[in-house]
């Protein structure tokens, strides 16, 4: 692969759900009260493999879109943007590419030292350098998101994740490409162990042999580490484009406000784009993309539907705390989707209330074999 490549359209879905997900990130982070008066904090993004700023058909990689999108927010006055306050970090390890990169975001924003943010552009390697780099720009204590955006090997330590869950208001976002999980000879014991922190973590997913199930237990298997590195909730998903091949991603974050603005994010890049997000929990169902599902009296999203009966599978439960379990555990469903689902459901009777009378968050739900 040259130092450009093409871009993929899982990788253009990819940009469409950060864009909109850092639209959000950034004033829920940055933007603060005139009343408050409380001191402003730091914030970090780390693009800890960063690419070379350009595709070949002359889209904008992550660096340029991340700097153009938070300069150009329509919310930007508000936010106090300074070079003490926000800092944008972006390792690339490949150098003909670092080289691209710098040059490409002088042509788009002029001199980086110029600018109202500070932007740190390094050659270095994602695992090795991204701790170092954040204590050196002092970024501890204040909140971090990590995008780590490996093509296929991803190689960054657990270790890394742990630092970062651990620190105030911060996140991880980590993608895997199409071919990660298929190529068991490949796998490099010892890195895998540095990755998802031990060997008896991760054997269990390089010994699935059913094909269309190892990127669920590579994903699964990811997610719990993150889980173990401290992140509150995991959220992860396949992406799947109109065309080409799928891309896999594990968000991690312990933040409601974190959790709420990615599954915002999926639902508004899903209604404009025609790409889905597929729950690693569902086989059969598809989700529609369909932004609003109840658009068809008493029609349910099948992977909605699939989903509900999963979790019912297992015992009745509230409505409100299905709404939670919708939110906490699954791709991109989130509570208010519980009320609507068990309306639909109980009127066609797939499901049953523990009592007659109204549907509330309140009502205990079941499914008709078990009531
Ligand atoms: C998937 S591309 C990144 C694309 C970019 N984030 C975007 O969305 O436009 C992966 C990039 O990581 C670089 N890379 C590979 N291994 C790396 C490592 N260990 N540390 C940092 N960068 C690395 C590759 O040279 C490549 O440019």
């Not at 960063?50 to 990689?61: I, T, V």
């Not at 093509?151 to 105030?168: C, D, Q, T």
Request: aromatic letters at 8%; hydrophobic letters at 40%; zero cysteines.
């Amino acid at each position: 692969m040259g130092v450009l490549w093409k871009l993929e359209p899982a990788t253009a879905a990819k940009h469409r759900l950060y864009q909109r997900y850092l639209d959000a990130w950034w004033p829920i982070l940055l933007q603060t009260s005139q009343h408050t008066g409380f001191s402003r904090p730091r914030v970090t993004l780390l693009d800890a493999f960063a690419g070379p700023g350009r595709y070949e058909g002359n889209e904008p990689g992550s660096p340029v879109f991340i700097i153009d999108r938070l300069l150009n927010h329509k919310a930007v006055e508000r936010m106090h943007l300074s070079q003490k306050r926000v800092h944008l970090i972006f390792i690339e390890k490949d150098r003909a590419r670092h080289e691209h990169l710098l040059k490409e975001l002088e042509s788009q924003f002029g001199a980086l030292a110029d600018l109202p943010v500070k932007v740190v552009v390094r050659r270095g390697e994602a695992g090795r350098d991204s701790l170092p780099l954040l204590t050196e720009l002092g970024a501890w204590g204040n909140p971090i998101l990590g995008i780590f955006d490996s093509w296929g090997s991803v190689n960054v330590p657990l270790e890394v994740m742990r630092r970062i869950a651990r620190n105030k208001s911060s996140e991880v976002i980590t993608t895997f490409g199409p071919n990660w999980f298929s190529r068991r000879e490949e796998l490099n014991a010892d890195i895998l162990d540095s990755v998802f922190g031990g060997r008896a973590h991760w054997t269990p997913a390089a010994d699935e042999s059913r094909p269309d199930e190892r990127w669920r237990a590579w994903l699964n298997t990811y997610r719990h580490a993150l889980q173990r590195a401290g992140f509150g909730y995991q959220l992860q998903f396949q992406l799947v484009p109109r065309t080409g091949q799928p891309l896999y991603l594990v968000f991690g974050t312990g933040s409601d406000a974190g959790l709420r603005a990615m599954k915002d994010a999926m639902w508004k890049v899903d209604d404009r784009d025609g790409e889905s997000f597929k729950d690693p929990r569902t086989r059969g169902a598809e989700a529609t993309g369909q932004l609003d599902l109840f658009q068809t009296e008493g029609a349910i999203d099948p992977e909605l539907l699939e989903l509900v009966n999963q979790r019912l599978a297992q015992g009745s439960i509230t409505v409100e705390r299905l709404g939670h379990w919708l939110l906490t555990e699954t791709a991109r469903w989130t509570s208010s989707h519980a009320l609507k689902a068990v309306r639909v459901m109980r009127q066609d009777g797939s499901v049953v209330l523990g009592s007659t009378g109204k549907l509330t968050t309140k009502s205990w739900v079941s499914l008709p074999a078990a009531a």
